[in-house]
């Protein structure tokens, strides 16, 4: 008997080891997060309208990410992203946004794979100016790469450079701003090799900086200084950048106190305050450097999450003075980073990530003491009384968005508790202290309900439509009933109006915005024809026939038609320049009809090419060319497995050839519950790439919306389903987390430029 093991995924890591901020796509207004998730890149943008993070590509790198940086080269307008991973590699990496994928710029391997304490890759600092990136083990190695480019203006790595220190622990590395001076990096560690010799005490820390010599193109020691024990981060200090003349150097973050420290300059030092009351040590975790208009100032944070504001005031490249002051207090944080935009996201240690806007930078508020290198000298801090604040709420940030994570899961059981879901829910028990959470964690996508209204019957179909062509928002809302039709006007309110051109007294089949500015409505006696004039055209058909199915885009129009003596036919309109919709052709079924299909017009056609007729009693679908010289004649006919109940032709994103190159698809839904999807020839029609997938026991309706700037197919069954392409090449289909709706249909208001309007029961959402 043999044993096999299957692996499965179910949700991506939660928890970030590290993330940076960057101009990836190499304009100076976009400025994105890159964050490592286990093995996971993702990048997210800030929406400045919305105030979210929004994702824009998620990549596994099928190994454990230790370390990210971020650096530009000379001359270059785009950000180039460093990865060290447990595979001993280094990997330097573009975004391409046009195929919204990573590119690999070039590998150098340095060692083998696996992470050891002299495995290279757990530190990784870049120099400012993006000459050269140094990557440290946790003992003994450091390695330096010159970053440059080659003849064909290709970004190349050098071969390592060797900055090794036997019996050497590094606690943190940075690169040091020296402008366009060799480059200079600074190490915080401690020879324990010496400890012999020490009579038992306990090793002393150095600060060291290490300078590559790009003339002589090897590493030496430049500078060193005993620090205090208890060190545990560096953080930039800006240096010279054309007319900004700032100090250069680091930040020394320690138990109680903060230093600067730079070669032939003296050490500025202050205290860490404490909460008021509080006599406890405290230590700084993380903390991030941001300029601003020929400034800059430091965020550090400390293990209880209160955030201080630390500026350097400076006479040039002449350091005075180090002062800190009290900012706000957040959850504890693994990593900061700070747009240009005025967003601040923290890497939260535990729990959600969490995503805030600046709404002050803390200069006005007055309330909470600010702390000065001037009062205290090195060697006399404990002859000074201690530094202290007090504690208050949000007040120079605000929480916009979060991130979520069950970092770190507790304990877990699966259990269906829900009566209205289908499949077993997750329920877990994760975070820490004040920041445990019990979750409910499900399967599908979030949505937002803005709007519930219950209506005074239950309706048959909803419609959202413009009322000219070019209109960038919805004129109406129009919701069919048994025996009427109810037209309602967005604007600051949602109202019903009469003077809209529909006929009130009819059940309405389908809705359309046709030409540059006209309305259809089709209902079971006729096509009523609404111009911008005013005028209405109505279109009844042969005597002893009516109206059952009608499918539309802007210029087409066709219509399935019944008698009593069950003779099915079809009609196919189209609209003509002068903006008349006239009849075309006519054609007999062989069998009644379940769904028409017509797609969007692709971009410099004159009409879309094909319709495609669902047929539940011999279950086929037979598709008909509407080409000018064919017009209704049969292509081909497929048999599906059970009665198709809608269908929908649709262009979908595809981004792994071209940037928004689009691709046509026949979405089919049937009785069964059975959804199928398949490439169609753009020429010929032909079906190709059949997928299916059982959404719920029931009949399935298609609709198109748009959701993150792209075309995407909702199904509703027994639940209501997306489709979509996600990452511009994995077409995926997953549930959303809303209760489910009959009939559905895209909107867009000024407010809310991607939402959706649905049905449920006598309730619209």
């Known amino acids: 008997m043999s044993l096999d093991l299957y692996s499965l995924t179910l949700s991506k890591p939660g928890s970030v080891v590290r993330s940076i901020t960057g101009q990836f796509t190499g304009r100076n207004s976009t400025q994105d997060l890159l964050i490592a998730r286990g093995s996971y890149l993702q990048l997210l943008r800030p929406d400045k309208i919305t105030r979210r993070l929004v994702p824009l590509l998620s990549y596994n790198v099928f190994g454990i990410i230790r370390s990210l940086a971020v650096f530009r080269i000379a001359g270059s307008s785009q950000d180039h992203i460093i990865v060290t991973s447990d595979s001993g590699r280094i990997v330097i990496l573009d975004y391409d946004e046009s195929a919204n994928k990573f590119v690999q710029l070039h590998m150098e391997t340095f060692g083998k794979a696996g992470i050891t304490r002299t495995s290279p890759g757990q530190y990784l600092a870049v120099d400012p100016k993006g000459r050269a990136a140094m990557i440290a083990s946790v003992e003994k190695n450091k390695l330096v790469y010159v970053l440059n480019r080659d003849a064909a203006a290709n970004v190349t790595i050098s071969s390592p450079l060797e900055a090794n220190t036997s019996r050497t622990l590094v606690y943190d590395v940075v690169g040091v701003d020296m402008g366009y001076e060799n480059p200079v990096f600074a190490a915080l560690e401690v020879d324990y090799g010496s400890i012999e010799n020490q009579n038992g005490d306990i090793p002393k820390k150095k600060l060291t900086f290490y300078e590559l010599d790009l003339g002589l193109n090897h590493v030496v020691r430049r500078w060193s200084e005993h620090v205090d024990r208890h060190a545990s981060l560096l953080l930039q200090v800006p240096g010279a950048d054309g007319d900004n003349l700032a100090p250069s150097g680091v930040l020394v973050a320690t138990k109680n106190y903060i230093s600067y420290y730079n070669m032939n300059q003296p050490e500025l030092r202050v205290p860490i305050p404490k909460r008021e009351g509080s006599n406890q040590d405290t230590t700084i975790v993380a903390g991030v450097m941001h300029k601003i208009k020929g400034a800059f100032f430091f965020l550090v944070q400390n293990e209880l999450g209160d955030i201080f ?80 604040f007090t504690l208050h709420e949000l007040d120079n940030l605000m929480l916009v968005d979060e991130l979520s994570s069950l970092s770190p899961l507790l304990t877990s059981q699966v259990a269906n508790l829900d009566p209205t879901k289908e499949t077993p829910q997750i329920y877990a028990v994760s975070g820490q202290s004040s920041r445990s959470t019990f979750r409910s964690i499900h399967y599908g996508l979030a949505v937002n309900e803005i709007v519930s209204a219950e209506l005074p019957a239950v309706p048959l179909a909803v419609w959202t439509t413009k009322v000219k062509e070019d209109d960038e928002f919805d004129k109406y809302i129009v919701l069919s009933f048994s025996n009427e039709t109810l037209v309602m006007s967005i604007g600051e309110s949602i109202e019903e109006i009469t003077d809209s051109g529909f006929q009130s007294s009819v059940s309405t089949i389908a809705v359309q915005q046709l030409g540059r500015d006209s309305l259809l409505q089709i209902h079971r006696g006729g096509l009523r024809h609404i111009l911008s004039s005013g005028t209405v055209n109505e279109w009844e058909p042969p ?62 056609r004159l009409r879309s090419p094909f319709l495609v007729v669902g047929s539940d009693e011999d279950q086929t679908v037979r598709m008909y060319s509407l080409e000018l010289e064919r017009v209704l004649e049969g292509l081909f006919t497929r048999s599906l497995s059970a009665p198709p109940s809608d269908m929908r032709i649709l262009y979908l994103t595809d981004n792994s050839f071209d940037k928004d190159s689009k691709t046509l698809f026949l979405h089919i839904g049937m009785n069964n519950g059975v959804y199928m999807k398949a490439k169609m020839d753009s020429v010929t029609g032909e079906l190709s790439q059949i997928r299916t997938r059982f959404l719920g026991p029931g009949p399935i309706k298609l609709f198109p919306i748009v959701a993150q700037n792209q075309s995407c197919i909702m199904a509703l069954c027994t639940s209501t389903w997306l489709g979509f392409v996600q990452q511009g090449t994995e077409f995926t289909m997953a549930p959303l987390e809303y209760s489910r709706l009959s009939y559905a249909a895209g909107f867009a208001s000024e407010e809310y430029t991607e939402g959706i309007v649905g049905i449920q029961d006598n309730n619209i959402k």
């Open 309 to 388: 504001k630390i500026t350097l005031t400076h006479d040039k490249q002449e350091p005075i003075e180090l002062k800190i002051k009290y900012f706000d207090t957040i959850p504890r944080a693994v990593s900061f980073n700070i747009f240009k935009s005025g967003f601040l996201f923290a890497a939260c240690e535990f729990g959600n990530h969490q995503f805030y806007q600046f709404i002050k930078l803390g200069d006005d508020d007055d309330g909470q003491p600010e702390y000065s290198s001037s009062y205290y000298v090195k060697g006399d801090m404990d002859q000074y009384e201690p530094a202290y």
């Open 543 to 604: 005597e002893g026939k009516y109206i059952t199915h009608a499918s539309t885009n802007n210029y087409q129009v066709i219509i399935a038609l019944t008698s009593s003596e069950a003779n099915y036919s079809m009609i196919y309109f189209e609209l003509d320049e002068e903006g008349q919709l006239n009849e075309y052709s006519e054609q007999e079924l062989p069998s009644r009809p379940a769904s028409l299909c017509i797609g969007d017009v692709p971009a410099g």
